[in-house]
């Protein structure tokens, strides 16, 4: 009578393979949240911007006189505006009533560096001055 035993298990290979794919399955899925969160700062960093610009040209629309001004935010965030009247490419205040208000143009630029790469986002409008 003979008996055989078969053994129960993987062998060493299984188990070196079965560890080979996961290892890559992980970095795969490393690399992704990785991504992400790089995007997330990139959006974090771009809406602070977008809100030292906003806060800047209410500032200078409530002063509205011409010139220009410019600081740093958070030391990282540098800003620049301008106050400067408006001139139509294609005046028509010909036959136009005197004494309106002056129009100006407000300009608001917001860098900062990335990383690798300088971002900027910039605003502008247009406000009515006080009447002369």
Known sequence: MTSTKRQ??????????????IGMALGAIAAVFGQGLAGHE????????LAVAEEQLALAASVQRPGA????FSGQFAWQTTVAPY??????????????????????SVAW???????????????LGVPQ
């Not at 001004?69 to 740093?72: P, Q």
């Not at 294609?90 to 309106?100: F, I, M, Q, R, V």
């Not at 990335?114 to 605003?123: I, K, P, Y």
Request: hydrophobic share 45%; proline share 5%.
């Open 69 to 72: 001004a410019s600081g740093v």
């Open 42 to 49: 990139t959006a974090s960093e771009a809406e602070t911007a």
């Open 8 to 21: 129960v298990g993987f062998t060493l290979v299984e188990v070196l393979v079965a560890l080979a794919i």
């Open 113 to 127: 560096h990335d990383g690798r790469h300088t971002r900027q986002v910039s605003l502008s409008t247009l406000r």
């Open 87 to 108: 001139k139509d490419a294609e005046d028509k205040t010909a036959g136009a009533p005197s004494g309106l208000p002056p129009l100006y143009r407000i300009a608001v």
